[in-house]
């Protein structure tokens, strides 16, 4: 079993950043895709960013392509979500999420083996 644990979310203002960082424990991190899915209220999880298992492959949603950045650092067992101009558009929970697979295929909250707890980001106008 893998244990993801989120932090690092919060209120901003819009325009604003904040980094969301997962750590994981439990069995070997380094063997699959990891990602960052969210949802708003009332709203379906959405994929919103993934790594692949040596960082070398990066995939974002349309919506936050330019703005947020995916890390790992598979000797910290953790991985990053920068995220830059911050809108209220981007309010909602965060979740990290394993796959034991090299990539979420079709960017699916089902491909997903692992969640966290999710953290909660709130962008104000």
């Known amino acids: 079993q893998v244990q993801l644990v989120e932090s690092g979310g919060g209120l901003v203002q819009a325009g604003g950043s904040l980094r969301l960082s997962c750590t994981a424990s439990g069995r070997t991190f380094t063997n699959g895709a990891m990602g960052w899915f969210r949802q708003a209220p009332g709203k379906e999880r959405e994929f919103t960013a993934q790594?692949?298992?040596?960082?070398?492959?990066?995939y974002y949603a349309d919506s936050v392509k330019g703005r947020f950045a995916i890390s790992r650092d598979n000797a910290k067992n953790t991985v990053y979500l920068q995220m830059n101009s911050l809108k209220p558009a981007d309010t909602a929970v965060y979740y990290c999420?394993?796959?034991?697979?090299?990539?979420?295929?079709?960017?699916?909250?089902?491909?997903?083996?692992?969640w966290g707890q999710g953290t909660q980001v709130t962008v104000s106008s």
């Open positions: 790594i692949s298992r040596t960082g070398g492959m990066k």
């Open positions: 999420a394993a796959t034991q697979d090299s990539y979420f295929w079709k960017g699916a909250p089902d491909e997903a083996d692992y």
